[in-house]
Each structure stands twice: as structure tokens, then as C-alpha cells.
């Protein structure tokens, strides 16, 4: 019961989210705000966690096929491939769920204890549609472009700690970089990223708009915001790649 | 005019405002004092809409609020101002972009237009050349100021005030209660007024209502609470030791 009514009120809160803007240029400011808030400032640890993970991809690649047999240049096909299937689109949005999900939650549920919610439905603002609504736009914008950089660091990640390492050669990881590359993988990345992007910025949003109480309610909100969100991004993962790719 | 009729909200089993019937004057400062837990926020807020409540009715003028649907309701709340407990200013906007913001969203005032009017709203407060700061950065009473200043940015027809002077030293108190009472007279007017300060009721009080477990339990005037012989009211007023002499002293 609990579940049907969260998702009923959820459902509910999205559809006052996405009624008509009462005035455009006041919600595309925020927006842009927001562009700021949840994606340019996502852009340096997306970077460096990607750098990381490309790299350890492709040292674990190396070290599992330890094999004559094994041309090198699949090292390259794995890395590439793992990064643009999976990590990118869906290790990144778990990370985003932690980053960008705790701080929509804890801001709008802050606005709602110190009755800054209250205040715009005073004033005859559809609160939910001003504060929401330019957050999962946002995001929704700049999540595959987060998504394009993250594939982008990834595979040169592995390419410097490969090469550096020594378990591949700049030609045999390029070879293998560009051996039988299927540019729809790209494609579906993004689409993962725009529907988690969307799951991220309207969990988190749900949980801090209907917190009731005072600080230790919002950080609560906030820690359900991720662990709901992640748990919904898993699922739609899985939903996702057998719509998509199979 | 705000007309409430009969109305009842409860919170699970628990009734916490029972069959209220007020009217609210234009151009007064009407008063609802009470203890703590009363029910007086529970009123202010069902009155706004914030709350639904269970049983009854609100009419502001002629309008009756609570037939109104949500898109419905949002036009009437254009004409309320409201000062919140806290001042709930916008954290991330400085004082100018707060009293600016009512004028943004439902204006199509020019930029220069918009700065004069929120020039004139702080000059109405005494915070001139405050524009810049933010709210972390403001203190109690100038948070209520701007508080004031956007709830008025708007010219309502209708201002509410929860709890204005909560938080704040007696001399910031009187400064806010009179400017509640000059802009009520200046700009005609209906202020509904949260409180326990019993100086607040003195000094604007043009008319009060006690609530008490949720019902309404005296209305009058400031002239008349002092030789009231309502138990419950006079309770209330005269809680403390010193109040208590003072009463006697006015009773002789």
C-alpha cells in the first residue's frame, strides 16, 4: 500500500510539475541556473571518475586475457565497448543519483521547512512546476552531453594507463578503438542518460517536496532520493537494454 | 472582506478547528491570538488555502474560495500578501530579486519599472540601499521588513501575518506591528494577524479573536479585552505575575 501511494502522490506531483508555465522567462532563467547547478558543475567529477574507470577497465581487460591467442587490439574492443554500453550511461547516472539527486532533494526540501513553498503557493505560483520542472529539463538537457564526455575521458583513461602500463600499444588500442564499431551504441547510451536523468531530478524532487519536519527529515529525504533513485535506475536499466538492444 | 462560515479541519481523529465563523473587516488589523497549539497557524493557513479544510466556507468579497478549483485559487492568491513566521525569503535571491520576484512572475512591468516599485516597497519598510544583501546576511527584523516589502510588492487586497513578531526584541516588535498597521490603513487593507504578544494586541489590535482548543471563544475589540470576564481569555492575557497586577491595578 505505502508503494501505490508514493507512486500515486508521485504521479500526481509530475502532473502539477508539467502543467503549463505560468510565465516562460521566468522558468527558462532558472533553467539556466540549473544548467549550472546540476550539469556544468557535475562536468570535473564525471571526468575524473570516468578517467579512473577506463583506466581499470582496460588494465583488467589486459590481465583476463593473458593469452597468445587473444590478439591485444580486443583489450581496446572491451574497454570501448564496456564504456559506451554500461559505464557511461549507467555507472555515471549512479553517481549523478548521489551527486545531483542529495542536492535537489536537500534544497527543495529546505524550501519546504522554512515555508519558501508556502510562500510561492502564497503568491499563486505553481511551486512544484517553477522549482522542478527547469531541474528536470536540465538535466535532461545536459546528462548525454555529460554522458558523451564521460565516453570520451573513459577510453582515452584506459588508452594512457594501457599505454603507460605497457599491456597495449597506442596502434593496437586504436586498432581495437575502431575494430568493428557500431555507432548505435552512442545513440543508446544518450537515451539512457536523458530517461536517468529524468528519474534522478524527479525522485530526488518528490522526496524533498513532501518533506514534513525539520533538518534531520530533509537529510533523510535526501538519502531516499539516492537509494530510490539508484534502485529505479537499475530496473529502467535493465528495461532499457532489453528494449534497446536485444 | 474575508467572510469564514462554519469551518471545521481535523488531522486524522484529531479536531483542530471547530465550527469557526469570523469576518474579517477591510482596512483593520483583525487579531487571532491564542496559546500554542491553539489552532491559530492551522486557521491562517486553511484560510490561505494552504490547508483544505473539512467542513464550512470562505469567501473573499464576494468570491467563495473554497468552490474555487487550483488554477482558480492561484488568481485570488495574486491579491494575498503573506509575512511568514521565518520571513521564508528565497535563500539563493537578495532582497532586491525577493521583492522583485512577485513582480517578475505575474507582471509586464519593464526592469527599471519593476526596481522602482521595489525601491519604493523598501523605502515603505525603512531598508533603503539593502538591495544588494542576502538573507543570510540579514537580521530578524529586516528579514520581517522585506518579508513585508514583497508581500506588498503586489498592492494586495489582503495581507496575513503569521507569528511577525516571533523571534524579535520588543523594540524590533513595535517597529513591525506598526508598520503592519500603517500599510492595513494606507493601502485599505484586510490584515489577519497571528499572535501571542499581548503588545502586538494593544497597539493594532482594531479587532481580535480568541481561539481556544479550536473554536472561537471571545471576538471584540483591543478596548474591550482588558475588562473582558471571559475565564479562558483573561487566562491567557494575563499569564504572567506582572500582568496580573497590572489587571488588578486597572480594575481599581
Same mark, same amino acid.
Request: proline residues 2%; glycine residues 8%.
Given at each position: 500500500?505505502? @508503494? ?7 504521479? @500526481? ?66 574497454? +570501448? ?26 534544497? @527543495? ?68 578503438? +575502431? ?44 538519502? +531516499? ?22 | ?10 488531522? !486524522? ?5 471547530? %465550527? *469557526? ?10 487579531? *487571532? ?11 491562517? =493557513? ?12 470562505? *469567501? ?11 488554477? $482558480? ?5 495574486? $491579491? ?6 521565518? !520571513? #521564508?525569503?528565497?535563500?539563493? #535571491? ?21 526596481? %522602482?516599485?521595489? /525601491? ?32 506588498? #510588492?503586489? &498592492?494586495? =487586497?489582503?495581507?496575513?501575518?503569521? $507569528? ?12 513591525? %506591528? &506598526? ?6 490603513? $494606507? ?6 494577524? /497571528?499572535?501571542?504578544?499581548? &503588545?502586538?494586541?494593544?497597539? *493594532? ?10 473554536? =472561537? ?34 480594575? /481599581?
Amino acid at each position: 500500500m505505502g @508503494i501505490l501511494y508514493h507512486m500515486g502522490r508521485y504521479f @500526481i506531483l509530475m502532473n502539477k510539475v508539467f502543467s503549463k508555465p505560468q510565465r516562460h522567462k521566468m522558468y527558462y532563467k532558472q533553467a539556466l541556473r540549473e544548467l549550472e547547478n546540476l550539469g556544468i558543475n557535475s562536468i570535473g567529477i564525471v571526468a575524473i571518475i570516468s578517467l579512473f574507470m577506463g583506466a581499470v577497465i582496460t588494465i583488467q581487460t589486459a590481465y583476463n586475457t593473458e593469452n597468445p591467442l587473444i590478439p591485444a587490439y580486443l583489450i581496446g574492443v572491451a574497454a +570501448r565497448d564496456s564504456i559506451l554500453l554500461e559505464f557511461s550511461s549507467t555507472m555515471v547516472a549512479l553517481i549523478l543519483a548521489g551527486k545531483v539527486g542529495s542536492s535537489i532533494s536537500s534544497e @527543495i526540501g529546505m524550501m519546504r521547512v522554512t515555508e519558501q513553498i508556502d510562500a510561492l503557493e502564497i503568491m499563486g505560483v505553481n511551486s512544484a512546476g517553477y522549482l522542478i520542472l527547469p531541474k528536470i529539463l536540465s538535466a535532461m538537457i545536459f546528462n548525454p552531453l555529460l554522458t558523451l564526455i564521460s565516453m570520451m575521458v573513459g577510453i582515452s583513461g584506459g588508452w594512457m594507463v594501457g599505454v603507460f602500463t605497457g599491456v597495449i600499444t597506442t596502434e593496437q588500442y586504436l586498432l581495437g578503438i +575502431r575494430y568493428g564499431f557500431i555507432p548505435y551504441y552512442i545513440t543508446y547510451g544518450i537515451i539512457k542518460a536523458v530517461v536517468f536523468a529524468f528519474i534522478i531530478t524527479s525522485i530526488a524532487a518528490y522526496n524533498g517536496y513532501y518533506v514534513e519536519g525539520g533538518a534531520i527529515e530533509v537529510g533523510k529525504s535526501s538519502t +531516499r532520493a539516492v537509494v530510490y533513485s539508484s534502485i529505479v535506475i537499475l530496473f529502467f536499466n535493465l528495461i532499457l537494454t532489453q528494449m534497446l538492444l536485444s | 472582506m474575508i467572510e469564514l462560515k462554519n469551518i471545521s479541519k481535523s488531522f !486524522g481523529d484529531k479536531l483542530v478547528l471547530n %465550527d *469557526i465563523s469570523i469576518v474579517f473587516e477591510r482596512g483593520k488589523t483583525n487579531l *487571532i491570538i491564542g496559546e500554542s497549539g491553539s489552532g491559530k497557524t492551522v486557521l491562517l =493557513k486553511s484560510v490561505v488555502g494552504l490547508f483544505q479544510i473539512d467542513k464550512g466556507d470562505i *469567501i473573499y468579497g464576494d468570491v467563495l474560495f473554497t468552490k474555487l478549483n487550483t488554477i $482558480e485559487k492561484r488568481e485570488i492568491r495574486k $491579491e494575498i500578501g503573506m509575512l511568514f513566521q521565518g !520571513g #521564508a525569503l528565497f535563500d539563493s #535571491a537578495n532582497v532586491e530579486e525577493n521583492v522583485m520576484f512577485p513582480l517578475s512572475m505575474f507582471t509586464e512591468l519593464t526592469f527599471e519599472e519593476k526596481r %522602482d516599485r521595489v /525601491n519604493f516597497c523598501l523605502q515603505r519598510v525603512n531598508l533603503e540601499n539593502a538591495n544588494t544583501l542576502f538573507p543570510s546576511e540579514l537580521s530578524g527584523g529586516m528579514k520581517k521588513r522585506v518579508a513585508i516589502a514583497r508581500a506588498i #510588492a503586489l &498592492n494586495p =487586497k489582503y495581507l496575513f501575518c503569521d $507569528e511577525p513578531n516571533s523571534g524579535l526584541d520588543p523594540k524590533t516588535s513595535i517597529v513591525i %506591528d &506598526n508598520l503592519i498597521k500603517e500599510i492595513t490603513e $494606507e493601502f485599505d487593507i484586510t490584515t489577519l494577524v /497571528n499572535t501571542h504578544d499581548m &503588545n502586538s494586541v494593544m497597539e *493594532i489590535g482594531d479587532k481580535v479573536i480568541f481561539i481556544h482548543n479550536g473554536t =472561537k471563544a471571545w471576538e471584540g475589540t483591543k478596548d474591550d479585552i482588558l475588562l473582558t470576564n471571559h475565564d479562558d481569555l483573561n487566562d491567557f492575557i494575563f499569564a504572567s505575575p506582572m500582568s496580573q497586577r497590572l489587571r488588578k491595578l486597572l480594575r /481599581n
